[in-house]
Nanobody, 125 residues
């Protein structure tokens, strides 16, 4: 089992920066990708940024050039640096840990996703 704790949200003005943090514990050696999702009011939960255990990163087009995801494998921590925030970035942000079964074949029969409780980011104009 994996436990995920996300934090760092807050209320900021447009143009400001904020850093979200995510700490994973438990079967961390079974985690392949760590991801950040967000869900705005009335919207679906969308992928914002992802980083593999090998350091390969991907970003949603809406945040490219403004957000930076980083990962410390030794500490099992993933950060999301958000710069030049816009009002449309307002959402609940969720950290996700993706367990790949082949990383731990004796423990997991299939891939699983574990989620943090979410942290709220509000950007005012």
């Amino acid at each position: 089992q994996v436990r995920v704790m996300d934090s760092g949200g807050g209320l900021v003005q447009a143009g400001a920066s904020l850093t979200l943090s995510c700490a994973a514990s438990g079967d961390t050696n079974c985690i392949s990708a760590m991801n950040w999702y967000r869900q705005g009011q009335g919207n679906e939960r969308d992928l914002v940024a992802s980083i593999s255990d090998g350091g390969v990163v991907n970003y949603a087009n809406t945040v490219k050039g403004r957000f930076t995801i980083s990962r410390d494998n030794a500490k099992n921590v993933v950060n999301l640096q958000m710069d030049n925030l816009k009002t449309e970035d307002t959402a609940i942000y969720y950290c996700n840990a993706h367990v790949t079964a082949t990383y731990c074949p004796g423990e997991y029969a299939y891939d699983l996703d574990y989620w943090g409780q979410g942290t709220t980011v509000t950007v005012s104009s």
